[in-house]
C-alpha cells in the first residue's frame, strides 16, 4: 500500500486474530451499512444484526452492541455505566475505533472501549456483524462477541 496505513479490512482482521479468531468476511457491494440492509444481504432475522453503537459517557467513548431489532435507550444506558450519555458524531466515532459509522465492529478498536452486550443478542445461535467496512460483515456466537469485546451483558434497550 502506497500510504503505509493498514486497510479497515486489515485492521479488523488483525484485531480478529488478537482475539483468536479468524472470520470469514462477506462482501455486499451494495452494502450492509443499516441493520436493514445487512440482515437482507445475509439473509437473517433484523435481531441478528450486531449494531456497534459509539456514545459518551461524561465524555468517554463507550460501545454499545445493540440487537439489529432494539434501539439504545440513552437514560437505562447511562445507568448501566454510571455516566451522562451522549452519541458520539463521525469524527468521534473514527477517532475512538479506527473505523467509519456503517463499518465498526464490535473489536479490534484503535484504543480499549467498554462495551455492553445487548441481551436480545444472546437468544440467537449465531449473530452478524460488521467487519470494519460498510459493505463487509462476518457471522459470530454471542459467546464470542461477548469474549471478543470484552463486553458485559446489560439491558440498556427500549422495551
Request: hydrophobic share 45%; charged share 20%.
Amino acid at each position: 500500500m502506497s500510504s503505509g496505513r493498514a486497510s479497515a479490512r486489515e485492521r479488523f482482521l488483525a484485531g480478529a486474530q488478537e482475539v483468536g479468531m479468524a472470520p470469514e468476511i462477506l462482501r455486499f457491494p451494495d452494502g450492509t451499512r443499516t441493520a436493514a440492509q445487512a440482515a437482507a444481504a445475509v439473509g437473517c432475522e433484523l435481531g441478528q444484526i450486531v449494531k456497534s453503537l459509539v456514545f459518551l459517557c461524561d465524555g468517554e467513548a463507550v460501545l454499545a452492541l445493540t440487537s439489529g431489532a432494539n434501539r439504545v435507550d440513552t437514560a437505562q444506558l447511562g445507568t448501566v455505566l454510571g455516566g451522562t450519555i451522549t452519541r458520539a458524531d463521525a469524527d468521534g466515532v473514527r477517532d475512538a475505533t479506527g473505523y467509519a459509522i456503517g463499518g465498526t465492529p464490535p473489536f479490534g478498536h484503535a484504543r480499549p472501549l467498554r462495551a455492553v452486550v445487548d441481551r436480545a443478542l444472546l437468544t440467537y445461535d449465531t449473530v452478524w456483524a460488521a467487519a470494519g467496512t460498510p459493505d463487509t460483515v462476518f457471522e459470530l456466537t454471542p459467546d464470542e462477541l461477548v469474549r471478543a469485546s470484552r463486553a458485559e451483558v446489560a439491558d440498556f434497550v427500549d422495551g
